[in-house]
């Protein structure tokens, strides 16, 4: 089985200050992390991803994530925040080597930043 | 735009009621996922595709159905409606199966009164 945990509901964050949105994972072998964004009335936008590699992943509009293996954690940054991140975000999980792609998402995390 | 493309976007219908939602993957894709979007369940895995087959199931109901035809367009069929199937109802795609990005659709938005 895979989960995933996105313990905040709600970030508010003041603009041009960092960010941080965070994401833990439980998956039975090698986990591919996802975080997508959805703006209010819009589809789910992917941001970034993690497959293998480099634990630190860069992504659209400035975002990037960090794959903490020992953590299962898999939070999303942003080192300057913009009123326009604010969104919806989600951070989702599928298990590697598999002939299947179901992806297992958070609840979601509210983003706000504020001006 | 991501390139998945979904009809309708809105449709309200009654309770008892069948409907059928439409979804056109990106080009090249061969992988079709559904989700449903609600605000109780969050987002719930319903069903993928891969090249005319099913390849995974979720939590779907027996009153949904889906099929992907030979073009790859696929479609989500729902019927018996009932108030709580009402929904955000997304479709997406990817190229093939495990690593490959899934791209969403914009949704179709189904309001059962």
Redesign the interface.
């Known amino acids: 089985a895979q989960s995933v945990a996105q313990p905040e509901d709600q970030v508010n964050v003041a603009e041009g200050n960092p960010l941080t949105v965070k994401c833990t994972y439980s998956v039975s072998g090698n986990p591919y992390l996802f975080w997508y964004v959805q703006y209010p009335n819009r589809g789910l936008q992917f941001l970034l991803k993690y497959i293998t590699g480099d634990n630190l992943v860069k992504g659209s509009y400035g975002f990037e994530a960090e794959f903490n293996k020992s953590q299962t954690s898999f939070h999303l940054k942003k080192p300057s925040a913009l009123v326009s991140d604010s969104a919806l975000y989600f951070c989702a999980v599928r298990l590697g080597g598999t002939s299947y792609g179901k992806l297992t998402f958070g609840q979601g995390t509210i983003l706000t930043v504020h001006p | 735009d991501?390139g998945?493309t979904q009809t309708p976007k809105h449709l309200i219908t009654a309770t008892g009621q069948r409907v059928t939602l439409r979804c056109s993957p990106r080009s090249g894709d061969l992988?079709v996922?559904w989700y449903q979007q609600s605000l109780d369940q969050?987002?719930q895995?319903l069903i993928?595709y891969?090249n005319g087959e099913e390849?995974?199931k979720?939590n779907i109901l027996e009153r949904f159905s889906a099929q992907q035809f030979p073009d790859l367009h696929s479609e989500l069929n729902l019927s018996s409606l009932e108030l709580g199937d009402s929904a955000l109802y997304?479709c997406?795609s990817?190229e093939a199966?495990?690593?490959?990005?899934?791209?969403?659709?914009?949704?179709s938005w189904l309001t059962v009164v």
Do not use: D
Not at chain 2, 101 to 107: A, M, N, S, V
């Open positions: 991501s998945v992988s996922y969050g987002l895995f993928q891969y390849r995974a979720g997304f997406a990817s199966v495990s690593g490959n990005t899934i791209y969403f659709g914009e949704g």
